[in-house]
């Protein structure tokens, strides 16, 4: 059973333009979500995270959105720029526990 | 500090065949977990290791195990392979592995794929 969710396989957008990327998630104990960003050939490179206290985390360009309510969470980019374009990974844990990963999200930023 | 390194990138072995791949955490980091990632499974949890014990296991077989050294380096060994196994191998460590706000920092994966 999926308890970390990314529905969208993929997303374009315009340089400069916002890059929402959106995650799902169903167990209610998760107290720490992250993402990752994964480029070919590469491991995943820890971006920003967000406590379950907390409903938005912001580190530059990047802004981590969570709603507790509707166990969704959302990456902001703004703006994307074309090296923003790689696979992005929502993860989850709880009490110090494996992280549970989504699907991931292939962003693409057109120039 | 030099990040986490996992030996070799790249490999091809047989069905039947067995096979060990390496990992060097982060210096001073000292519990290191492996992932599977594939296509159809995205990353998946294989087990963490802290001071050389298990102390964390996901839903694979037994045929899947692994092994800490005293300077926190790690190995995992697939036997038997199955066309199944295909996958990147990701390694990744953090410092005590005992906080959820730890980060995990990750190696560039082994690339295994099974003929």
């Known amino acids: 059973d999926q308890q970390v969710k990314q529905n969208s396989p993929s997303l374009s957008v315009q340089e400069g333009r916002i890059s929402i990327l959106n995650c799902d998630y169903t167990n209610s104990m998760f107290d720490y979500f992250l993402w990752y960003k994964k480029y070919p050939a590469e491991g995943p490179t820890f971006l920003i995270s967000i406590s379950s206290i907390k409903d938005k985390n912001e580190d530059g360009r990047f802004t981590v959105f969570l709603n507790k309510s509707a166990k969704h969470l959302s990456l902001h980019i703004v703006p994307s720029q074309p090296g923003d374009s790689a696979v992005y990974f929502c993860a989850a844990t709880f009490s110090a526990r494996q992280l549970t990963f989504g699907s991931g999200t292939q962003l693409t930023v057109l120039p | 500090k030099a990040g986490v390194t996992q030996t070799p990138r790249y490999l091809i072995k047989t069905r039947g065949q067995q096979v060990t791949l390496s990992c060097s955490p982060i210096?001073?980091?000292?519990?290191v977990s492996w992932y599977q990632q594939t296509p159809g499974q995205g990353l998946q949890f294989l087990f963490e290791y802290f001071s050389e014990t298990q102390r964390n296991k996901g839903n694979f077989p037994g045929r899947f195990s692994g092994r800490q050294f005293s300077n926190s380096r790690s190995e995992m060994n697939v036997s038997t392979l199955e066309l199944g196994d295909s996958a990147l191998y990701l390694c990744?460590?953090?410092?005590?592995?005992?906080?959820?706000?730890?980060?995990?920092?990750f190696g560039p994966g082994t690339r295994l794929l099974v003929l």
């Open positions: 990744a460590s953090s410092a005590t592995g005992t906080s959820s706000q730890e980060t995990q920092y």
């Open positions: 210096s001073g980091h000292r519990s």
